[in-house]
């Protein structure tokens, strides 16, 4: 019991540091008449365990398509997000993904040196 209170109260002094990142995706599509959407696929490893991030419905025709969403990565690390893309009928069938693109998001330099330790002041009265 002592080890855990130990652990939980130090915790409480050194926290994570997170950061929120904004991530905008765009591509272009050769459309089909029962285009329905896409589905933007993420994974912390490059070329496999992929899980749905973003499914994006058809609204109409533009030149580009965009997606935005936001993640949170740790303080002070560089992290790699890696995404696929691929598009799907009325019925569900989807394309092939794209191949994979990645996120490099740098939060190594928001993170500033440690507090200053042993920090005090004397009072001289002359």
């Given at each position: 019991m002592?080890?855990?209170?130990?652990?939980?109260?130090?915790?409480?002094?050194?926290?994570?540091?997170?950061?929120?990142?904004?991530?905008?995706?765009?591509?272009?599509?050769?459309?089909?008449?029962?285009?329905?959407?896409?589905?933007?696929?993420?994974?912390?490893?490059?070329?496999?365990?992929?899980?749905?991030?973003?499914?994006?419905?058809?609204?109409?025709?533009?030149?580009?398509?965009t997606?935005?969403?936001?993640?949170?990565?740790?303080?002070?690390?560089?992290?790699?997000?890696?995404f696929?893309?691929?598009?799907?009928d009325?019925?569900?069938?989807?394309?092939?993904?794209?191949?994979?693109?990645?996120?490099?998001?740098?939060?190594?330099?928001?993170?500033?040196?440690?507090?200053?330790?042993?920090f005090?002041?004397?009072?001289?009265?002359?």
């Open positions: 002592k080890k855990i209170m130990v652990f939980l109260i130090a915790m409480l002094f050194v926290p994570q540091l997170l950061f929120g990142a904004g991530l905008t995706f765009n591509w272009q599509q050769e459309l089909v008449p029962d285009m329905a959407g896409w589905k933007l696929f993420k994974s912390d490893v490059s070329g496999s365990g992929y899980v749905e991030f973003i499914d994006v419905k058809f609204i109409d025709e533009q030149l580009v398509y997606a935005d969403k936001d993640v949170v990565v740790p303080g002070n690390a560089l992290t790699k997000i890696y696929i893309l691929s598009s799907y009325t019925n569900g069938n989807p394309s092939d993904a794209t191949p994979e693109i990645v996120a490099e998001i740098d939060t190594r330099d928001l993170v500033g040196p440690p507090m200053p330790l042993n005090k002041v004397k009072v001289n009265i002359e």
